[in-house]
């Protein structure tokens, strides 16, 4: 049997998120929980797909337990402000916010969808 590293799973997990297979990068995601409970790039995947699914309770489940492991989870904040813009604009103001502090590298992305926010 060919054994697969973690790194390809998720690699396969993106793939899937961006061919907008979400059932089954979500089967991904859990079958490497499965074996590695702690696996945290895998909640992060598995909160990506479950919002790109339309499932927001459940990514914003997975998103707070990347949180809960690493506070400073870029992904995870962007998530977060997506899922809270519609019920909670300064919580999602807040998420956003902390996004832009973590994105040094990509500041002008998050600094428009704050202006949009603000707005």
Do not use: T
Not at 13 to 29: F, G, M, T, Y
Not at 85 to 93: G, K, N, P, V
């Amino acid at each position: 049997m060919a054994e697969i590293s973690l790194r390809a799973y998720c690699d396969e997990v993106k793939e899937l998120i961006k061919a907008e297979s979400h059932c089954q990068a979500i089967a991904v995601c859990q079958h490497i929980l499965r074996n590695y409970p702690k696996y945290l790039e895998a909640y992060r995947l598995l909160g990506q797909a479950c919002l790109e699914k339309g499932m927001p309770s459940e990514a914003e489940d997975f998103f707070n337990r990347v949180l809960a492991a690493d506070p400073e989870d870029f992904v995870a904040h962007v998530g977060l402000s997506i899922i809270n813009e519609e019920r909670d604009l300064d919580e999602a103001i807040w998420q956003m916010e902390r996004a832009f502090e973590l994105a040094p590298d990509n500041p002008e992305v998050v600094r428009k969808e704050l202006r949009r926010l603000y707005m």
